[in-house]
């Protein structure tokens, strides 16, 4: 077998490896949420138009995706596998339990294997990051 076609062999089954399994984070959340009637969130983005879409639905108020997000039910250290291709989140909170999310992060990548902390005050409120991109 020539160099060539082993490369051409072993190229796509680790592109697959890299990108077609879901990628375990951990999530340290140190904030008073989800309480008795605040809920907590992650919200997954496979690319950056989701971020876009996402942050849109955000800023016109409009329904935002139940699929992309998976609430989290407990604080501490939580271990979190990404959805399928997933390469961006962010942690949205409700602070009354239901509607559209009033506080939340910006988007961060994903790098397995790696503990991301959430404090209090990384929390913004949904309207200051209106127009700001995030």
Not at 28 to 52: D, F, K, L, Y
Not at 54 to 67: E, S, T, V
Not at 102 to 123: A, R, S
Request: charge should be neutral.
């Amino acid at each position: 077998m020539t160099l060539k076609k082993l490369i051409l062999l072993i190229l796509p089954m680790l592109v697959f490896a890299n990108h077609g399994f879901a990628e375990k984070i951990v999530l340290a959340n140190q904030t008073g949420h989800p309480m008795n009637e605040s809920r907590i969130g992650i919200q997954w983005a496979t690319s950056a138009n989701e971020v876009a879409e996402a942050n849109k639905a955000i800023m016109y108020g409009l329904k935002l995706n139940p699929a992309s997000f998976q609430i989290l039910t407990e604080n501490g250290k939580l271990t979190l596998n990404s959805p399928k291709k997933a390469e961006y989140f962010r942690v949205v909170v409700w602070s009354k339990g239901s509607g559209e999310p009033d506080l939340l992060t910006n988007w961060v990548d994903i790098i397995p294997d790696k503990t991301y902390e959430l404090k209090e005050d990384y929390l913004v409120p949904a309207v200051l990051m209106i127009g700001s991109g995030c």
